[in-house]
């Protein structure tokens, strides 16, 4: 079970966040999905739907890496690295043209093979700055 739970985030992540692929999302993430983060709050899986796509239409060359991955009874936790060109508006900040590279850690709890919750933390503060946000 472990490995098909870090195979699920691996998918998770490569074709609904890299990919921008949206609808995969209702496969993937269970109907009561919980998207727990200091910068936004909680997001429901429409609030998350909503949002997610607004990442790669600031950075559409935006790329995540998997670092690290461990998974034990129904918890995978994962640390990523992203970089990507703010070239499109983004959470209200206009393209600025510059490259990012920002890292995060997210806890997901996984039931009934789908992600049904998840806990990230990332460096929102460095990315801003990077943005040239004070």
Known sequence: ?????????????EECIGGNNVSLMD???AANYVWHTPSLGDLD?????????????????GHWVIEDI??????VAWR???RGTHLGA??????????VRMSGMIIS??????IAEEWEIYDAMGMMQQLGQK
Not at 5 to 11: G, T
Not at 109 to 114: N, S, V, Y
């Open 109 to 114: 709890r996984i039931a009934d093979g789908r």
């Open 45 to 61: 899986l429409e609030a998350y739907k909503q949002f997610q796509p607004s990442v790669l239409s600031g950075f559409p060359d």
């Open 80 to 82: 990523w690295t992203f």
């Open 70 to 75: 461990v998974a034990e009874g129904d918890r």
């Open 27 to 29: 496969e993937l993430l």
């Open 90 to 99: 983004f959470m209200g900040i206009p393209a600025t043209g510059r490259q």
């Open 1 to 13: 079970m472990p490995n098909e739970n870090k195979d699920l985030i691996r998918r998770y992540l």
